[in-house]
């Protein structure tokens, strides 16, 4: 079982924000900004390139909760950022699909080739 799918089953701790039949969302454990939170599905799902058709209405549940978390975080108004790694390339670190909501400071560009 992949890590965030043990966050899922509650086998490892994670401080959780939101959860409802099909998503989890929780704070990432190395924060990069005051705000730092990953919405992921309930079903394993190991990358965008991973995706079925019929998943668009969950990876649009995905954005829809991170909209009303980046509201109960309070950092809609300022502005924030919504981030998704794919594969190795991509810089994804862990095997399972995860949208990255960062906010709470004014953030800057980072994709660099070194
Ligand atoms: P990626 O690089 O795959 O886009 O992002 C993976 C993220 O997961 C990283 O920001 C990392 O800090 C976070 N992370 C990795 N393992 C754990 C964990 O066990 N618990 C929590 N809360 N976050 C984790
Ligand atoms: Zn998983």
Not at 94 to 107: D, M, N
Request: glycine share 6%; with cysteine; hydrophobic share 45%.
């Amino acid at each position: 079982m992949c890590i965030f799918c043990k966050i899922i089953e509650k086998e490892i701790p994670a401080e959780i924000v939101f959860e409802d039949e099909e998503i989890l969302a929780f704070k990432d454990a190395r924060p990069l900004a005051p705000v730092h939170i990953l919405i992921i599905p309930k079903k394993h799902i190991a990358s965008i390139d991973n995706l079925e058709d019929t998943d668009a209405l969950l990876m649009g549940k995905l954005i829809v909760a991170a909209r009303t978390l980046a509201r109960k975080f309070d950092i809609s108004e300022k502005g924030y950022r919504l981030l998704i790694r794919v594969g190795e390339w991509g810089g994804q670190e862990v095997p399972h699909i995860h949208l990255h909501l960062i906010g709470g400071a004014q953030l800057y560009e980072e994709i660099r080739l070194v």
